[in-house]
C-alpha cells in the first residue's frame, strides 16, 4: 500500500499514527479473527505470517493501526524505504483480498491482488494494488506492488 506511505520524514516517536485494538477486539483484516488471533500475534512478533496472504493481511492491519516498525520490518531489505511516513488522517476500513497466486507455506514467492477500502475526511476511496512477496529464510517478506 504505497499511497498510504511515503519514504521521509519518520512518524512520531510513538511509532503509531492510530489506536491498537484492544486483544479481544475484531482484527482489521476483517479475517473474522480477533486481532490478538490474527494479525496482533505478528504486530507483536510472537510469529511470523505463514503465507503471503498472511503477510498482505497482517501489513494492511499495521496501516490501520499505524505500526510503521512492522512495516518496515516486514519490507524486503532491495526495496525498504529508509523511514516511512504513515498518513495518519487515512482510516482503513475494508480489505477485500480479489486473488492470490502461490505464497503457500512451502512456496517461495506469491503475489496478492486486494483492495483496500479508505476514508480520507469526508472523502472515501479504494486502493488497489498487486503485491509481490517473497520468502527469505522461512519469512515472508514484502517486495513490492503495482
Do not use: K
Request: aromatic letters at 8%; glycine letters at 10%; hydrophobic letters at 30%.
Amino acid at each position: 500500500m504505497t499511497s498510504a506511505a511515503r519514504a521521509s520524514d519518520p512518524a512520531p516517536a510513538s511509532n503509531r499514527t492510530s489506536a491498537v485494538p484492544a486483544p479481544g477486539d475484531r482484527c482489521p483484516c476483517l479475517s473474522g479473527e480477533t486481532y490478538a488471533g490474527c494479525c496482533g500475534r505478528y504486530h507483536s512478533g510472537a510469529g511470523n505470517a505463514p503465507t503471503a496472504e498472511a503477510l498482505m493481511r497482517s501489513r494492511y492491519s499495521a496501516f490501520a493501526v499505524g505500526d510503521q516498525p512492522y512495516l518496515l520490518r516486514t519490507w524486503h531489505p532491495s526495496t525498504r524505504p529508509d523511514r516511512l511516513e504513515l498518513d495518519g488522517d487515512l482510516q482503513w476500513r475494508r480489505l477485500d483480498i480479489v486473488e492470490t497466486s502461490a505464497g503457500g507455506p512451502l512456496d517461495g514467492q506469491g503475489v496478492v491482488r486486494f483492495r483496500a477500502h479508505y476514508r480520507d475526511g469526508a472523502a472515501r476511496g479504494i486502493q488497489e494494488e498487486t503485491s509481490r512477496f517473497v520468502r527469505v529464510d522461512g519469512v515472508w517478506l514484502y517486495l513490492d506492488g503495482e
